[in-house]
Antibody, heavy 120, light 107 residues
């Protein structure tokens, strides 16, 4: 079965950096695009970033563009999110998620999430 | 960016009720719309994709409809396990965007 396990969350000061990882299993990782989606406490879902199966194209939400970088290592079945210049409004649970669409960008599997808290 | 507007933001219903949630896109997204269910403290779960296709394993009481800019999610007979928050998502263009959510509560 598909498993996505995030790690790397924690408390960081404003302006700091953090790298999230997501270990994938139960499917052929190198064949699928992957997403990061976040959810601030008590708020709705916000899409953060997407990377194609081979890493050839990356897309970002407006609020993180220029500060966050999505990447992947297909040899390790691992997805990453490098976050820099962090702001208090980046505080959220960050979900790693698998793209399900051959024809669209639906998300068919989600990890359990990792909490990032940006606070002094 | 495509804005997704859900209504209502919350609804109180009883077990056995029929519930319909609407989602409106700010521009034509054809049928590239997905619906998710999220329970407190849990990750979202895909229910419907391509506006009306039921994800494998999802009960048939869930159905989706619409195209273009107006979409619906219907639960034909609400069950106790259906009390949750529901989100729509346009799956057509980057940046991907979600609706604000609809909380289905017990009356």
């Amino acid at each position: 079965q598909v498993q996505l396990v995030e790690s790397g969350g924690g408390v960081v000061q404003p302006g700091g950096s953090l790298r999230l990882s997501c270990a994938a299993s139960g499917f052929t990782f190198r064949n699928y695009g992957m997403h990061w989606v976040r959810q601030a406490p008590g708020k709705g879902l916000e899409w953060v970033a997407f990377i194609r199966y081979d890493g050839s194209n990356k897309y970002y939400g407006d609020s993180v563009k220029g500060r966050f970088t999505i990447s992947r290592d297909n040899s390790k079945n691992t997805l990453y999110l490098q976050m820099s210049s962090l702001r208090p409004e980046d505080t959220a649970v960050y979900y790693c998620a698998k793209d399900g669409g051959a024809t669209d960008y639906r998300i068919d599997y989600w990890g359990q999430g990792t909490l990032v808290t940006v606070s002094s | 960016d495509i804005q997704m507007t859900q209504s209502p933001s919350s609804v109180s219903s009883s077990v056995g009720d029929r519930v319909t949630i609407t989602c409106r896109a700010s521009q034509d997204i054809s049928s590239w719309l997905a619906w998710y269910q999220q329970k407190p403290g849990k990750a979202p779960k895909l229910l419907i994709y391509a506006a009306s296709s039921l994800q494998t394993g999802v009960p048939s009481r869930f159905s989706g409809g619409g195209s273009g800019t107006d979409f619906t999610l219907t639960i034909s007979s609400l069950q106790p396990e259906d009390f949750a928050t529901y989100y729509c998502q346009q799956a057509n263009n980057f940046p991907l965007t979600f609706g604000g959510g609809t909380k289905v509560e017990i009356k």
